[in-house]
């Protein structure tokens, strides 16, 4: 059974940076495309960024310019560099495998203004 772990979110102020990493237990197949998506109280999950086994990224039209995803196919991980967040990235951000539709427990961003 396939296990996601995600960590690196917490409090940060407006224009400033973190990077979410997300642990996928098991291997990741090169077939595999991880997602991380993100919900805001009152708000439905939406995708913020993809990342093929291959690598090529794909990007929420609000994460462009300011977020990037990459992967170490090696140690089975999938990050989130974000940088100049602002107060609206507040949200609880998952991580998710594609096909198998498996996900992680979320790690709460917080950025206040």
């Known amino acids: 059974q396939v296990q996601l772990v995600e960590s690196g979110g917490g409090l940060v102020q407006a224009g400033g940076s973190l990077r979410l990493s997300c642990v996928v237990s098991?291997?990741?197949?090169?077939?595999?495309?991880v997602r991380w998506y993100r919900q805001s109280p009152g708000k439905q999950h939406e995708v913020v960024a993809a990342?093929?086994?291959?690598?090529?990224?794909d990007y929420a039209g609000f994460a462009k310019g300011r977020f990037t995803i990459s992967r170490d196919n090696a140690k089975n991980t999938v990050y989130l560099q974000m940088n100049n967040l602002r107060p609206d990235d507040t949200a609880v951000y998952y991580c998710?495998?594609?096909?198998?539709?498996?996900w992680g427990q979320g790690t709460q961003v917080t950025v206040s203004s």
């Open positions: 998710n495998l594609f096909p198998t539709n498996d």
């Open positions: 990342i093929t086994g291959s690598g090529s990224p």
């Open positions: 098991g291997t990741i197949s090169r077939d595999n495309i």
